[in-house]
T-cell receptor
Framework: NAGVMQNPRHLVRRRGQEARLRCSPMKGHSHVYWYRQLPEEGLKFMVYLQKENIIDESGMPKERFSAEFPKEGPSILRIQQVVRGDSAAYFC?????????FGPGTRLTVL | DQQVKQNSPSLSVQEGRISILNCDYTNSMFDYFLWYKKYPAEGPTFLIS?????DKNEDGRFTVFLNKSAKHLSLHIVPSQPGDSAVYFCAASGLNNNNDMRFGAGTRLTVKP
């Protein structure tokens, strides 16, 4: 039973480019969460999705950021026109009940 | 608005001694609490949890204590081992509202041999 999978593990982008981060939840899990961890800070909630629905996006910046969890395939966190301040580790978690299980994260570096 | 606080950014303990990590929360609606452990370049891994109907949960060397009146929980590791060196995150949510999980900033534990 594979855990939560994220790819790529490392992503380098230049300012103004787009970043796409993928998350495949654990088998049987229909709830997906995205978190961001800035250097020396804790995990900050960004968005909570169920299949084909965004349930709570209160932690996601209103501009440039979007997320989806289609009926088929992984959840995608998309960052358009990246800036240096977007450099962080982005973690995905999934659940089907209490508690969340995390993926290994994607480390985004914006040059 | 930081609803979950870990006021100690770091803790250093000698191998074999007890490590005590603390966490405070402000939202009285939280009724499920978790501790996660995180190594560098890896995602957080679930360690132990407790629901608000209990005040203690034990799993091997790890014990979580919950004081609801003080809105405080702690993680005890005894005996501490060098492999326990990691960042520990406290998290809280509603048992039936998992999407509202909030994390503390983390405490970096270093266990010295």
């Amino acid at each position: 039973n594979a855990g939560v999978m994220q790819n790529p593990r490392h992503l380098v982008r230049r300012r103004g480019q787009e970043a796409r981060l993928r998350c495949s939840p654990m088998k049987g899990h229909s709830h997906v969460y995205w978190y961001r961890q800035l250097p020396e800070e804790g995990l900050k909630f960004m968005v909570y999705l169920q299949k084909e629905n965004i349930i709570d996006e209160s932690g996601m910046p209103k501009e440039r950021f979007s997320a989806e969890f289609p009926k088929e395939g992984p959840s995608i966190l998309r960052i358009q026109q990246v800036v240096r301040g977007d450099s962080a580790a982005y973690f995905c978690a999934s659940s089907q009940g209490p508690g969340q299980f995390f993926g290994p994260g994607t480390r985004l570096t914006v040059l | 608005d930081q609803q979950v606080k870990q006021n100690s950014p770091s803790l250093s303990v000698q191998e074999g001694r007890i490590s005590i990590l603390n966490c405070d929360y402000t939202n009285s609606m939280f009724d499920y609490f978790l501790w996660y452990k995180k190594y560098p370049a890896e995602g957080p891994t679930f360690l132990i949890s407790i629901s608000s109907i209990k005040d203690k949960n034990e799993d091997g060397r790890f014990t979580v204590f919950l004081n609801k009146s003080a809105k405080h929980l702690s993680l005890h590791i005894v005996p501490s081992q060098p492999g326990d060196s990691a960042v520990y995150f406290c998290a809280a949510s509603g048992l039936n509202n998992n999407n509202d999980m909030r994390f503390g900033a983390g405490t970096r534990l270093t266990v010295k041999p």
